[in-house]
């Protein structure tokens, strides 16, 4: 039953109005991901030479790890207002012939 309903699932997605809209952009935004997550980590490693350079008498460890704690609240803050609200799209497996009990324990 659970293949059927990823089935039904896919079926749905592929075809939607915006799918190879929504392809394409998802490529891009895939490949644009992979690209500042490469800047993020190189840039990351090299912060403590930049900051070793920059401030010889104080310990970089401990002027990240001072910051960490803010970095870490405001990134839980942008993630709980960014998240999408769950949606259930439960009309239109009314209408397919599978007992409602079975699409409810699914979804």
């Known amino acids: 039953?659970?293949?059927r309903?990823?089935?039904?699932?896919w079926k749905q997605f592929k075809r939607a109005s915006y799918f190879q809209k929504g392809l394409a952009i998802?490529?891009?935004l895939f490949l644009a991901v992979i690209y500042f997550g490469g800047i993020a980590i190189f840039m990351g490693g090299l912060m403590f030479f930049i900051l070793k350079k920059t401030m010889p008498d104080i310990d970089p460890i401990v002027t990240v790890n001072n910051f960490l704690v803010y970095w870490v609240?405001?990134?839980?803050?942008?993630?709980f207002f960014m998240q999408q609200l769950p949606v259930m799209n439960i009309k239109p497996l009314m209408i397919?012939?599978?007992?409602?009990?079975?699409?409810?324990?699914?979804?």
């Open 26 to 28: 998802k490529i891009l």
């Open 73 to 79: 609240l405001g990134n839980l803050a942008i993630r």
């Open 96 to 107: 397919i012939p599978i007992k409602r009990n079975v699409v409810i324990h699914y979804l």
């Open 5 to 9: 309903f990823i089935s039904l699932e």
């Open 1 to 3: 039953m659970i293949k």
